[in-house]
């Protein structure tokens, strides 16, 4: 029975209309431990339209198994109070099952269901309830701890090119980043070339790079290579996506203790981080062995990492970050950002999250510079020093630029892709690659 607090409460803005929207973004040919980024990158955008027609929205991580299923849930959430986040929770958990982490898939990327569409429809029903009451969503996850959210440089080994068709977008009289973003990179001299490009654009004062590409030593060179370019100021941290032995990743975790912030993900599964992790003094951090709060119970037990990289796309929203901030501040782990390719409206959802969390000792992950597409009126973010403003209006600050939503909608239709896979793009300049949980 609802009490009497509840029962006589007033209704919020109820939700009329949910509109799904896939789109295709340019995006360079970066290698990762998958394989190959395809010429686009799939985001969904998703728009809830309440009663009182009161515009929110969101982007999630495009897939189309997912967007069918959020669009099969319309009927549980057409008519809910927007403001009633636990009840949408609790109906479409019960619709779809809880997920185990063993649905997330062996990809970088995580591939269950349920995370996603709460992501969207609670990231926009924030949306909604900021501009509704007035107040940024920083302030609806209990407010700002800093006006500017700091980010990480995030370099890739990647192939000549800037993505798209067959040289859209590469300018042969491009200079600094816009020059870089198209170059080939894939030895160390190339990484830093690409490091000191991204930095000067952006201002970027950390550094991260995406490996499980090359060979261990190729990879740790690179590393070396950078801190001999940027010197110990500058925090550096390499991602091999889970594809080295434990003794690869003592070895040469050990080789790098001198020059890392943090080890990203350098093996698979709780027990062989946490074993890592008793050999090597390199704080690890994990998106991949801790990614759910059903893994939080063993990661304690075991100890598999020193840091969390949270991702509101995976991890159930914005709200449900937070309660993992919590969390991690109870059992003594970091916490900072995982990212995939994205647009503006949910780097906005990142700040915003960003802002609230009561401790960022490092800077987040965003792929943002790879990106030239964007479908927010106020065009793309800006980075000072390496740094995004938190946005001051109500909601999450951004709305939707309608007519680039419809040209990405075309975009996602003539590419004919419908999930990510790295493993088929690799293979058009590999015959015969494939993806192997463990490469080294
Ligand atoms: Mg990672």
């Not at 840091?307 to 916490?335: N, Y």
Request: proline share 6%; with cysteine; net charge negative.
């Amino acid at each position: 029975m609802p009490s009497p607090a509840l029962s006589t409460a007033k209704a919020g803005p109820r939700i009329k209309e949910i509109h799904i929207t896939p789109i295709a973004i340019v995006d360079p040919p970066l290698l990762n431990a998958a394989g190959l980024h395809a010429p686009y990158a799939l985001r969904t955008v998703v728009e809830l339209v309440t009663d009182d027609n009161i515009s929110g929205i969101s982007e999630i991580p495009g897939n189309r198994a997912i967007d069918e299923a959020l669009a099969a849930s319309r009927p549980l959430l057409i008519g809910r109070d927007v403001f009633q986040l636990n009840d949408i929770r609790q109906v479409l958990e019960s619709n779809f099952g809880r997920e185990t982490a063993a649905e997330r898939g062996l990809t970088p990327w995580d591939q269950r269901k349920l995370v996603h569409i709460f992501s969207a429809i609670e990231v926009a029903c924030l949306d909604i309830i900021g501009k509704v009451v007035g107040r940024p969503v920083v302030d609806l996850l209990g407010g700002r701890m800093r006006d500017r959210v700091p980010f990480a440089a995030y370099l890739f080994y990647k192939y000549e090119g800037a993505g798209g068709e067959l040289g859209f977008g590469t300018d042969p009289e491009a200079a600094g980043w816009a020059a870089a973003r198209q170059a080939e990179a894939l030895d160390p001299a190339g990484i830093v070339a690409q490091a000191k490009a991204m930095c000067h654009e952006f201002g970027f004062q950390s550094i991260k790079l995406k490996g499980g590409v090359f060979e261990p030593q190729q990879e740790v060179d690179a590393m070396f290579a950078l801190y001999e370019a940027f010197g110990p100021d500058v925090p550096l941290r390499v991602d091999p996506n889970a594809l080295w032995t434990v003794e690869t990743a003592i070895r040469y975790g050990r080789m790098m203790e001198p020059i890392l912030e943090y080890l990203e993900d350098p093996v698979r599964g709780q027990a062989n981080m946490a074993e890592v992790r008793r050999a090597v003094k390199t704080p690890l951090a994990t998106n991949m062995c801790t990614t759910s709060f059903a893994d939080i119970p063993n990661s304690i037990v075991l100890g598999s990492e020193d840091i969390i990289l949270s991702d509101h796309h995976f991890w159930g929203g914005l709200r449900a970050s937070m309660t993992l901030a919590g969390i991690c501040e109870t059992f003594g782990r970091g916490l900072s950002m995982h990212s995939n390719s994205h647009l503006g409206i949910s780097l906005a959802a990142m700040v915003h999250l960003g802002a609230a969390l009561p401790q960022l000792p490092y800077a987040l992950d965003t792929h943002y510079p790879w990106q030239s597409d964007e479908i927010i009126t106020a065009g793309r973010f800006t980075f000072e020093d390496g740094a995004v403003a938190v946005p001051q209006e109500p909601g999450l600050g951004v709305e939707l630029d309608r007519q680039a939503l419809a040209n990405l909608h075309e975009c996602y239709l003539a590419c004919g892709l419908t999930k990510r896979d790295d493993e088929i793009e690799m293979q058009k300049k590999q015959p015969g690659w494939t993806f192997q949980a463990v490469r080294w």
